[in-house]
């Protein structure tokens, strides 16, 4: 059962355009979704993340979307650079009174921006 | 800052062997993650150390694998009689604890198990 699902598997966009990336989850408790960058040959690198209390978070070039009623969210990326091509994690994790917080990632979403 | 530090970066082992891979957490961490990596699977939580006491080790398969945290600078992960579907990259994720969430990934050993 996968419980944090990505879309699209990859997505190519031109460089300046606004790349979507689509997350959606099905445990409710899920509580905190944070985004993942990685490059080939390193670990995953921590992009940006958000509350469930909180609809938007934005942090430069990116933000997050989050709909909890529909378990949905999305990462836009603004003025995509070749730079930002890599794959993209949606994770999220559950505070069960503060004794778990493990993260359960979705499949990842390879970016690749053309010049 | 150095990041979270693993070791080796790559191993090598035989069918059989045991293999040891090493996580120096970010200092003043004091919860430390074991997570794999795989094509097919994708990312996957082993354990979880926290004070270095083992919180959570329901990902870990229940035979040839275990893990310790000795003391708050280093965890292991081990894999006795190493079979090839543990060829995997293993990743050590570290996090302040008190409140925050952040968990920070160190590169990877990239276990392969001929």
């Known amino acids: 059962q996968q419980q944090v699902r990505q879309s699209p598997q990859s997505l190519t966009v031109w460089e300046g355009e606004t790349a979507i990336l689509n997350c959606s989850y099905e445990n409710s408790a899920f509580d905190y979704f944070p985004w993942y960058q990685q490059f080939p040959g390193e670990g995953p690198a921590l992009l940006i993340a958000i509350r469930s209390v909180s609809d938007k978070k934005e942090d430069g070039r990116f933000t997050i979307f989050f709909n909890k009623r529909e378990k949905k969210l999305s990462l836009h990326i603004t003025d995509s650079q070749p730079g930002d091509s890599a794959t993209y994690f949606c994770a999220a994790s559950a505070d069960s009174g503060g004794s778990n917080y493990k993260l359960t990632f979705g499949k990842g979403t390879l970016l690749t921006v053309t010049p | 800052n150095a990041g979270v530090i693993q070791t080796p970066r790559h191993k090598v082992t035989g069918k059989g062997q045991e293999a040891t891979l090493w996580c120096e957490p970010i200092?003043?961490?004091?919860?430390v993650f074991w997570y794999r990596q795989t094509i097919v699977q994708g990312l996957e939580f082993l354990t979880y150390f926290r004070n270095q006491a083992p919180i959570d080790d329901s990902g870990m398969p229940k035979e040839r694998f275990s893990a310790q945290m000795p003391n708050q600078s280093h965890s292991t992960l081990k894999i006795q009689s190493t079979q090839p579907q543990d060829s995997a990259v293993y990743l050590c994720?570290?996090?302040?604890?008190?409140?925050?969430?952040?968990?920070?990934f160190g590169p990877g050993t990239r276990l392969t198990v001929l």
């Open positions: 994720a570290s996090s302040y604890w008190g409140g925050s969430y952040e968990q920070y």
């Open positions: 200092s003043g961490h004091s919860a």
